[in-house]
């Protein structure tokens, strides 16, 4: 029996629960990033109090430390920090091709360098199972080749054919675990159509509880991700969630839920933020998010959408010296409402760690408000 049950649908938008073994998750979802156990300067319960359901743990980093066998012996990442709802793991796939200084990929798995230390760990669709089992995630990912967005036709089709075998022993190795925790197949084939759809109908013979969109926001064209994401949403079977991964900017997210899909995740909330840059509301959120939709739905480009929807600001330039009006007036986190671009800068510039939180509050709030509002036009 299937965990996600569709509520509405508006077009090829849906709004439907994806249940899980640590709750209910209302979609369309952004899942906020917390590579080593935590969002990057907040705790669980502000994660939480900003509106999250359900977080992304990454496996390649929780592997390297504090390691599988500290996280099985106190329980897993959830546990040690403090967060009681549903938490998604990515494979390790993505940053063993993003984060090694080596890598050797055969039939079997992957050989990659630490970038941490330099020493030489081996994963494959078997041990990134186990390792995701030692987190204690409740939505699991298959082990996947990924390949780069530059790539030939050659490699990305061999990336896709070994996916697809991983995808097998992944699926194994998931049931020999005799968890209660969903498992997602990976769709590969790069900017190919034909290879995309070989994938997706790899995947469903082998059958997983979801379908995610891998290999894409790699290095290729915007315009060859949407053209990709939507050739596939259209494909992908309507009974499961389609998460696509790694994606992305406001106006990315907002067309990937134009045309179906469910779930997403992406660093750029918390990276930009430890930067200073902010995603602050172009007006009133409600307005905004309708207008950029409604802007996807008719098939504008990137840019228009994200005219729609919000203003990205560098906090740290010069012409905020000065600025005391809110950091963003129509973000409802109240340290957005009380302290001034001017104190932000301030704080930025004197290098105190209040700026990174002020920073991540608004910008993970604007993703998670934006998700809400979506959730609402459908």
Known sequence: MSNFEIVKTNGAVRQAVLSTQSGAIQTPVFMPIATAGSIKTMTAEEVKAVGAQIILGNTYHLLLRPGPELLQEVGGIKKLMRWEGPMLTDSGGYQVFSLSKINKTDEDGVTFQSHIDGRSIRITPESSLAVQHAIGSDIRMQFDDVAAGVSTRERYEDAMLRSLRWAERSKTAHRNLQTESQLFGIIQGGTHEDLRDQSLDGLIKIGFDGYAIGGLSVGESRMDTFRIAKHIAERMPADRPRYFMGGGMPEEIVYYVSVGIDMF?????????????????????????????????????????????????????????????????????PTSQLYTKAYLRHLFKASEYLALRLATLQNVRFYIRMMEELRRLV
């Open 265 to 333: 995740d992406c660093v750029l909330p918390t990276r930009n933020a430890r930067h200073g840059q902010l995603f602050t509301w172009a007006g009133d959120p409600a307005t905004c998010v309708r207008e950029a939709l409604t802007r996807a739905q008719e098939g504008a480009a990137d840019t228009r959408i994200a005219e729609a929807l919000y203003r990205k600001i560098q906090i740290t330039n010069e012409g905020f010296t000065a600025d005391l009006s809110p950091i963003d007036p129509w973000n409802d986190t």
